[in-house]
């Protein structure tokens, strides 16, 4: 175990952030979920005991005589927020005086860094690209992120859980959204972070950055693996496969959307849902495409003279 | 929630935060105040520097004050300050009454000018606003109206008071009128007060100046300003800003003292009651070289162009100094300072400064002598080669062009001849024309061409001896030996060791001697060996040569040891060698790419002779190499003294030649491929002439920049993470472990610093532990470099940046300090230095050998004057003969009573120019050179000149040469007919009136004339025909001298005979010995 090499990452300046983000993220999901089980709870007295309504507000504590039924923001909320403000400052200001801004020399472009990493916000972007060849990864997936983001509005039809905490309300979008941010968008931050040394290799936390470090990684494309030769026939081939996972996921996804959540699925219009279809499909391509590179070692599954995948 | 206890009041509406508010207020407020202190000192670290440089600073010039004083005191104490104190006296007494008056009359007008100009800018304010009204305005009628105006105000009466009480009316003119009357009155009494002060401030400046010619230090005075100016110091930022250089240096914010005018050292900057200096007194001495700031103004160069590191930052010291892992520019370490000489300082062999002792210095003869740049290429150095291509090619160039411009006038004569009509005809011809004269003038170009690669294949040498020759020269057997480890054999020599299989020795020395010439050397007769030692210690061969190991070693380190000779040499061919070392068994034409024999010349009808006269090709006309390419010169001895200093060599032996093993698989041929393939992977051809390899490129990278090389490009295989923490040294090998210059690493080294010394200390240290095959191992071989010499080489390479200064910071000067530096590579070359003194202080080889310790008269001559003291005709003609005879060359030409030789180095005629241009330049001769006319004397001057040449006071001809076998034999010093041809008659006098202060230590005696009434008279007694002549006497000799001729000469020694010579006066004899021990040179 190299500490010496692990202290280096997690103290660069450049790191600060995602070491911080680490333990902050576990609080705030311990913290929604602590709330949402209490929400939950309720919720299940609620529906079995209507009557308790009229006795309970602000969601957890019953009703009492002289308590008014609202309170106001300012000073209730403010004099909370305020403090929240003065604790974020001092965090800011230590942080200033101590960490300096990571400044390194002039650039020199006879000679790259490395490793050359993207600024941590982008490290997950960056990682994809080993995955993808450059125009999916860095333009495509990137579009349909930010599209996908959009179109979350419209497409989710649930009613419910908008302004509490609650897990049992709404399953389905929280657990999307666990796995499309925290799997998929924090991991692969700290994958760039913590395990991408010189050369882009994958280093184990605790082992040494060795520039000199040699590795057998031969990747080799889907097709080759069936001994196909022709260009048109990989791009037919890829085509094939790549249609056939979209086919075959959807069908998976259906029959479960369907039956865990019949009351979403009901509301949702075709259109609403062959799009969440379509992006739910796209994103589990992800994670499906770097286990196939990590353990496979396969390379691209579809081919053509445009693009890869 | 049912289980939670539900609180009477509203948890929301009846929580208290004051406590959470007042603990994150007091951090809040702590963490402000951490920010402004760190604002105003935790990021201005220099602050604290500058208050404690106060404290100290002022300490210490209290205890220079007091010292100061006292000397001061002993100075005023003196009669002549007493007597300038008194004049100041006498003269204050005189003018004071005049000047108490006039200063009155002066405050007085003053006084008054002020009532006036008060009043009177008030108005001509306002009136020169009307003005401009005027001026702008367009109408012609407004401008009518507000002339009127103006002319109205300029009418009015204003009152001024005076300060006496009184007041008076004035119009704007009288206002004007009267105020510049007043301000020439007062301008006249100023003038009055300067006049009748003048004595007395001529007194004080002289009393201040002898006070400041009288001290050794500061006076107090000086000292007060200082103290005055750190106390009143305000803590800043100090900055050097050179924007032409884009140089911003604030290193003087924390290094106050660096120009302070006093000697600071640490321990005097140590503040009291600490016993060892603190970081604040190391950063305030003063710079340990005053006398480089003075030729390297700060305010031009400021800091880091030399030392390096971050010059603009502040926040630390390890930021300033650059020692962080993004600086690409650390400061040089301090036993590297020097580096940064080299930034600038590339092209110098010895820096102007001409200093002795300069670790660059001797970095840049070490790594010409080791011959790195037989592998490495490095700017500037071995440049021959690469000039000699340039010139072949713009011979072919040309050639070329010649070529083409024949089959074009052809072409053009043709089209001439089918022209339609006669104009066209003749604009044609007259273009053919034009081309045919081209042509000669290529022609021209061309046999300049020749002539520059007849000079360069005259100057490239190798710094390793020729192979193809190692038939002729070696004993067989010895050379697998002598390739295992040839500091086995002779621990001092250039060859590196290579680390060589015993297979890939084999190899080798089967290629060399299979591919080398088979001619056989003509045979010699044995010589007397006992004469040859002799010969070997005096003719002056231990200037470049040793002899002996160990403690017992004596001479020179520039070219071999030649204890071992006996074991390996062959006499036939060490004798020739003697003779003549540039002697070429076989011709090199560069053209064919191979070696000349007879057959060649034999085809061609020409007899088979190739020398500097007959270098042509006989098969292609182009420029032959007929020298070896050594830097061994000719020492013009007899070929039987050559046998005897051969047959003296060949007795240094420790063993039998014969006792080496038999070699015989040299002659297996099927080595001979193998072999080559070796001799091309280490590079040999890099140092040595090798058949086949004439035209072999270097193996090595180039070192131009190799400092400013990114760490990234140095390769320190596994050890990249131990040199980056510092956790293990790598070289194990306690011989190679000696050579690091700090030892052992103790901490990281993964810089430039590190990388160099660690390579240098053991060349394949970055191979340990890397899984290679033969041919991927590093092949550069262990130089067997001491500590001192890693330390410079490290230095020469920190220093070899890529220089982010404007080029007018290069030192590339284009004048007469450019001929300076190229004359200093040439005489690096030959290794003058182990003879000649060139800079006072400078030790040479020779006179640190005991046999010239008691007669050091018997030493080379010093060159110290050169240039002013010789004709550069005349040195061009030594230089290319010294023995100044082409029939008797067995001799020195000049002084040909000492036993060591000046040798016939062969010099090019580039080199020849370089060297005469050299010491014109070193003592500021201007070029070309114009004789000084030499007035001829009258009869009777003649007879003066003579009596006093010849008398027996004079002792001109107990030591010079005559001419006259007899006395030369005893003679010191050069014959004065050669003084017409050889000197400049100015020098020449200069001499004779002072010679130890042209040349310390020299057995010309000083004091020869003495200055009487504004003449320079003979000290000794005059002859009697002196009487009455009012001319130098000096001057007179001189002349005499000059016009010298050998029948003059003979009649002198003839009418004074050899007895005489050596009868001379007492007097003089004495001076002579006073002169000599008070040179002081030994």
Known sequence: MDWHQLWEIASAPDNVPIVGMIPLLFFYIYLAWKQAKANDELIGELETNPAMAKTHHRKTWPFRPGWQKEVHVWPFLLRIEFLAAIIVTIVLMIWSITLYAPLEEPANPNLTMNPAKAPWYFLGLQEMLVYFDPWIAGVVMPTLIIIGLMVIPYIDTNPLGSGYYTWKQRKFAIGTFMFGFIVLWVAMIIIGTFIRGPGWQWFWPGQTWDHNRLIYEVNRDLPDLFGITSNLAKGIFGAIVVGGYFAAGGFLVHAFFRRYNPKDYKRMSLLQYSIMQFFLLTMVALPIKMALRLALHIKYVWITPWFNV | MAEQPIPEQDPVVTKSYALHYVVAMVILMASLFWALWDEAFGQRPWKTFQNEWKQRYTAFLKTAESKSEKSQKDVTQTPEYRQLEQAFNQASEAARSRRDELQKGIADLSAKILAVQNVFTDKRAFANAINYEIETETSASGKKSKQKDLDDYKKEQWTVEYPDGHKEKYNFQQLEEKYNELKDERTKLNAELGEVLKPVTAASTLMSAYINEHMVDLTPAQIEGLKKKTSEWDPKIVQINVAEANIVDRCESCHMGIREPLKLTAASMTAKGEKKPDEYADAFVSHPEPALLKTHDPDKFGCSPCHQGNGRATTSVEKAHGNYEHWLWPLFPKRNAEAGCQTCHSADMVLVSGDVGWTISEAKDLFRQKGCMGCHRYEGYDKEPEDLNTVSQQIKQSEGQKKDNIKEAADLMKQADAAESNEDANRLNDKAIALKVSNSKLDGRIQQLDFQSHSLMQDMKKVGPNLKDIRLKLNKNWIPVWLKKPTDFRPTTKMPNFRLTDHQIQAISAYLWQSAFTDAPPKQKPGNAAHGKELFETRGCLACHSIGQGDQMMGGVFAANLTREGEKANYDYLVRWIHNARQRTRPYCPYEKRDLGPEDYAKKGLPYQFDLEHSQCPNDGHELQVQNMTVMPSLRLSVEDAQDIASFLMTQKRQEPSAYADASFMDDPKLKDEGKKWVRHYGCAGCHEISGME????????????????????????????????????????????????????????????????????????????????????????????????????????????????????????????????????????????????????????????????????????????????????????????????????????????????????????????????????????????????????????????????????????????????????????????????????????????????????????????????????????????????????????????????????????????????????????????????????
Request: glycine share 8%; with cysteine.
């Open chain 2, 695 to 1082: 035209d072999e490129g270097r193996i090595g990278t180039e070192l131009t920049y190799e400092g400013s090389k990114p760490i990234e490009r140095l390769d320190f295989a596994l050890f990249t993470v131990p040199a980056e923490r510092g956790t293990q040294e790598p070289i194990t090998d306690p011989e190679d472990l000696a050579r690091l210059p700090e030892g052992p690493a103790k901490g990281p080294w993964y810089d430039h610093k590190g990388f160099f010394e660690h390579k240098l200390a053991e060349p394949n240290v970055y191979d340990k532990g890397k899984i290679k095959s033969e041919t991927e191992t590093l092949r550069m071989p262990n130089l067997h470099l001491n500590k001192e010499q890693i330390q410079a080489l490290t230095t020469f390479l920190l220093g070899s940046e890529e220089s982010s200064l404007p080029d007018s910071y290069q030192y590339k000067p284009g004048d007469s300090r450019g001929d300076i530096q190229r004359g200093w590579w040439i005489v690096k070359k030959y290794n003058c230095m182990g003879c000649h003194q060139f800079i006072p202080g400078q030790k040479t080889i020779l006179m640190g050998l005991p046999q010239y310790r008691e007669n050091p008269e018997q030493l080379p001559p010093k060159l110290l004057t050169e240039g002013a003291r010789v004709d550069p005709e005349w040195l061009r003609r030594f230089l290319s003969n010294p023995a100044l005879s082409e029939a008797d060359t067995n001799r020195n030409g000049v002084r040909p009573y000492l036993k060591v030789r000046m040798p016939t180095f062969s010099f090019s005629d580039n080199e020849l120019r370089a060297l005469v241009r050299f010491f014109q330049a070193l003592s500021q001769q201007p070029i070309p050179y114009i004789p000084e006319q030499v007035p001829v004397l009258t009869a009777k001057e003649t007879d003066m000149a003579r009596s006093l040449f010849s008398s027996t006071a004079a002792p001109c001809l107990k030591c010079h040469a005559t001419g006259d076998p007899q006395h030369d034999k005893i003679a010191t010093a050069p014959n004065f007919l050669l003084a017409k041809e050889r000197l400049k008659p100015d020098w020449a006098e200069r001499w004779v009136l002072d010679p130890q202060a042209i040349s310390p230590g020299t057995s010309m005696p000083s004091g020869l004339f003495r200055r009487e009434n504004n003449q320079w008279v003979f000290a000794g007694p005059t002859p009697p025909s002196f009487q009455g002549y009012t001319k130098d006497h000096s001057r007179l000799l001189v002349d005499y001298i000059f016009r010298l001729t050998p029948e003059e000469q003979r009649r002198v020694a003839a009418s004074r005979g050899r007895t005489g010579a050596s009868n001379v006066t007492p007097s003089i004899q004495k001076q002579a010995a006073v002169a000599a021990g008070g040179g002081g040179s030994r």
